[in-house]
């Protein structure tokens, strides 16, 4: 992306008032969600502010949780660290229930029921995503988040919004709608080169 396309998002999101995620005009963030679902053939899409809370939002949202095992195959240091610390088993001779991808190149060639998309490479600050069809899955996974979708849904209602969907804790893990918005235009621009 070259500096004229940064300038222009940056003017775009600073000029719209919304720079926080919790607001309900926010576009950025479902632009990316749309953006991504199209490619990868998915339905839903769960954007995060890192590789880790995305991976942590696959496995919540496939449940799989603390004391649990899981497929490790493939994993590096790194996330096989962060699953001994959410108290997940790794099997070294499993693969994941998920994909990890640390790009966002061809997401529709990926034979996998769920996609852990690292975009923290297109340069913008850190940013991933988890995709899937499964509807139940997508709903665990944005409940994980403070300030996901079920919670500004109930803040702007004041009616509880999925309770059937109730996480055990809530992290911080909502993406910046500015760190969006250049994500999104760096896909669209590697889509068309």
């Known amino acids: 992306m070259d500096d004229y396309d940064t300038a222009l998002v940056l ?10 995620s919790i607001e309900k005009s926010d576009r950025e963030l479902p ?8 490619a990868s053939g998915r339905r839903h899409a769960c954007l995060v502010n890192s590789r880790s809370a995305a991976i942590h939002a696959a496995l919540t949202g496939l ?23 959410l108290g ?3 099997d ?3 693969p994941p229930p998920f994909a990890l991808l ?14 852990v998309v690292d975009l923290t490479g297109l340069g913008f600050g850190p940013a991933a995503a988890f995709l899937t069809d499964d509807a139940g899955a997508h709903a665990r996974a ?6 996901g979708s079920y919670d500004l849904r109930t803040m702007w209602t004041q009616e509880e919004s999925g309770a059937e969907v109730v996480p055990g804790v809530q992290f911080n893990y909502r993406l910046s709608p500015l ?6 235009l760096a896909l669209t621009k590697g889509a068309r080169s």
Do not use: N, Q, Y
């Open 11 to 20: 003017s775009r999101v600073l000029t719209s008032g919304v720079v926080m």
């Open 31 to 38: 632009g990316l969600e749309r953006s991504l679902t199209r």
């Open 63 to 85: 449940g799989i949780g603390h004391g649990d095992a899981t497929g490790g195959a493939g994993l590096g240091p790194p996330e096989r660290s962060f699953l001994a610390w």
């Open 88 to 90: 997940v088993t790794a």
């Open 92 to 94: 070294d001779d499993v």
């Open 102 to 115: 640390t790009h966002a190149d061809d997401l529709s060639d990926v034979d996998a029921v769920a996609l």
């Open 142 to 147: 944005e409940r994980l988040k403070i300030f």
């Open 179 to 184: 760190v969006a918005a250049c994500a999104r």
